[in-house]
């Protein structure tokens, strides 16, 4: 397989977690298998793989992922497939095969972001006190349709409409920053810094923040601010001989770095999704997904213990897959 990143259609699989594999690039005429074969395309040794474990394939407009009647299954978004299903991939789908873990990415190369207004959202000033700059406060329980309409917000000349928009922005965004930098290998009280620091900065710019998707997506500010704050951080504390324990995240490779990043809001987004979709089902039916979906235990032995037939299991399962999928969906177009 060639690296042809540049094409519109070539399928990218960004590896996150697992031994280091080469770099898996298919172009739309290629048909790609995992496994623990060596026939493989791509060979994945570990006993939770099977010989011929999953399947990528270009259909004529998508992507397709095809489990090839696996042993220990094939988790797209967290969700175990049925045995031999095939599922339509989008950017951003989270893929699981035994220990390895892929991040989906279609299409050429991104886009570069605004280097202008990247550097001044990393120099914005941080006062202690100030009128100008709210608290962090979760108290906002409403939803505004689109993020677009939350940048609108947060440039509004009123205060009470910019500081609620500043409430909806820190739900949404600080827990992936947050999560981001503590996962990254940072004290707890080190990485509510990172938070305060890139939400603060974003804060003072935001009415001069204007969004052009062909210079980049919102996410992606927020990746390089994020990026950027934890190594300032970093090289302030090593100058001042401070100890940098848990801090090493900062010289690590960038590359690896921007996927942990990836990861975190990728899997944010299905924690969302999967927030909103429970509500909507029976604790029985919602169990019987979290066991047979989920948690990979057989719909026999699911069904024992909820007194329910497999195929109810299976049936249970599929419903809230469904559910679940059409708001990740609905969640990645609202998305900046």
Request: hydrophobic share 35%; glycine share 6%; net charge negative.
């Amino acid at each position: 397989m060639t690296n042809t990143s540049g094409h519109p259609n070539t399928l990218l699989l960004n590896q996150i977690h697992g031994k280091k594999l080469p770099e898996i690039c298919v172009r739309v005429d290629d048909t790609v298998v995992l496994g623990r074969s060596p026939e493989c395309s791509y060979q994945l040794t570990n006993r939770y793989v099977s010989r011929k474990h999953v399947e990528f394939e270009w259909n004529e407009s998508h992507w397709l992922i095809r489990d090839l009647k696996s042993r220990s299954g094939t988790y797209l978004n967290t969700i175990r497939m049925e045995l031999g299903e095939e599922v339509e991939l989008h950017n951003d789908d989270l893929v699981q095969i035994g220990p390895w873990k892929f991040l989906v990415h279609i299409g050429g190369a991104e886009t570069s972001l605004d280097e202008n207004m990247v550097e001044e959202l990393d120099k914005a000033p941080l006062h202690e006190k100030g009128d100008d700059v709210p608290t962090l406060v979760r108290t906002v329980n409403g939803r505004y349709e689109t993020n677009m309409d939350l940048l609108l917000q947060l440039k509004s000349d009123e205060t009470v409409n910019r500081e609620m928009g500043w409430g909806i922005f820190v739900d949404r965004y600080g827990p992936i920053i947050c999560g981001f930098a503590r996962n990254a290998g940072l004290p707890s009280s080190e990485a509510d810094d990172i938070m305060q620091t890139v939400l603060f900065n974003f804060f003072r710019v935001a009415d001069k923040f204007e969004y052009d998707p062909s210079k980049g997506r919102f996410r992606g500010y927020l990746k390089r601010i994020t990026l950027n704050a934890i190594r300032q951080r970093h090289r302030k504390k090593r100058e001042q001989n401070l100890d940098t324990h848990g801090m090493r995240v900062a010289e690590d490779p960038r590359d690896e770095l921007e996927a942990a990043f990836d990861r975190e809001w990728a899997e944010h987004l299905l924690s969302e999704a999967m927030t909103e979709a429970r509500p909507k089902f029976e604790p029985k039916t919602w169990e019987a997904f979290e066991l047979y979906g989920r948690r990979g235990m057989s719909a026999e032995r699911a069904g024992e213990r909820l007194d329910m037939k497999p195929e109810t299991v299976r049936h249970a399962k599929s419903r809230v897959m469904r559910a679940v999928r059409e708001i990740v969906i609905r969640l990645r177009e609202e998305e900046l």
